[in-house]
């Protein structure tokens, strides 16, 4: 490697790589994880509350033995993350139809329940059931919510994570040049999944749900890690859906992306067409994300 490279939101210099490989040779008994939480803690890598960023470091350790650059030990175990492998545990849903108006509802409850493991296992199924990208885990930041009805009934849910490291339409509408998207990018999420669960049938109840997570996901995300959250953004496929739910709740269109993944150097893998919103948290957002 010649000239610094740009890895998980970090820039790396030849040095970094070396001191990568040189400490798994002079300790080929070291795991993976083990690995990161020394890189973490050499780099004194943390997010806004001060915790270690081991899990980053470690998704970095794989990005660099994808582009050829270090080979990392054998893995010792499968991973244990049951969402992540696909075997999320099915619920037994009532499918009795819940129909008329937000007011007839009765008093709904959103709760952000990343901290609560049978809450999760829940949502985790309902996505896996019922969303058509189903669910692959969280890693890295994030923030879960579930809107339930008086009774506790499940009737959406919602994951906001990482954002997209690159998005011409948004770094456009904020001014960003690489080096601030790279200093501020954690002050961006993602609402990567959006489930308002099938036998549920309540018009505007999507667009109230977006807007009341809204009002409190800055300050959940703060307290969990330390940081607020400045701009949300999602990518709405445009043969599937029309975004009114988004667009309902105020979001900005800003476009859409070129039908490429980001997975595809070469160019020529097509994928879905998405329509790119933003929603501002913060009325001085450019300048914030600017800084």
């Known amino acids: 490697m010649n000239e610094n490279l740009m890895v998980q939101g970090r820039q790396l210099e030849t040095s970094d790589i070396f001191r990568i490989r040189q400490l798994m040779v002079e300790n080929p008994g070291w795991s993976r994880r083990r690995l990161s939480e020394v ?6 890598w943390r997010n806004g509350s001060g915790r270690l960023k081991d899990m980053a470091a470690r998704t970095l350790l794989l990005k660099l033995e994808f582009r050829g650059l270090i080979q990392l030990p054998p893995r010792r175990r499968k991973p244990s993350n049951r969402m992540a492998e696909g075997r999320v545990s099915r619920q037994d849903w009532d ?3 819940v129909t008329g108006t937000l007011r007839q509802l009765g008093p709904l409850t959103i709760r952000e329940i990343s901290g609560n493991a049978a809450e999760r296992q829940r949502m985790a199924a309902a996505l896996a059931e019922f969303h058509y990208l189903g669910y692959r885990g969280s890693v890295g930041e994030n923030t879960q919510y579930t809107v339930t009805d008086a009774a ?3 009737l959406a849910c919602l994951l906001f994570g990482a954002p997209a490291w690159k998005c011409r339409a948004r770094d456009e509408f904020i001014g960003w040049s690489a080096a601030q998207r790279q200093r501020r990018l954690s002050c961006i999420t993602n609402n990567t999944r959006f489930l308002i669960l099938p036998f549920v049938r309540v018009a505007h109840l999507a667009s109230w749900v977006l807007g009341q ?3 409190r996901l800055s300050q959940d995300w703060q307290r969990k890690y330390g940081h607020p959250i400045l701009l949300v953004e999602t990518f709405v496929e445009r043969d599937r ?3 009114t739910s988004y ?3 105020n979001w900005i269109r800003l476009g859409s992306t070129k039908g490429r ?3 595809d150097r070469s160019h020529t893998l097509q994928v879905p067409v998405k329509d790119v919103y933003v929603y501002p948290l913060h009325h001085r957002f450019r300048e914030e994300l600017s800084a």
């Open 95 to 97: 499918m009795a139809s």
């Open 247 to 249: 667009r309902a709740a």
């Open 152 to 154: 506790g009934r499940l």
């Open 39 to 44: 890189i973490a803690q050499e780099w004194d």
């Open 241 to 243: 859906f029309a975004g």
């Open 261 to 263: 993944s980001r997975q």
């Open 213 to 215: 997570t809204l009002r």
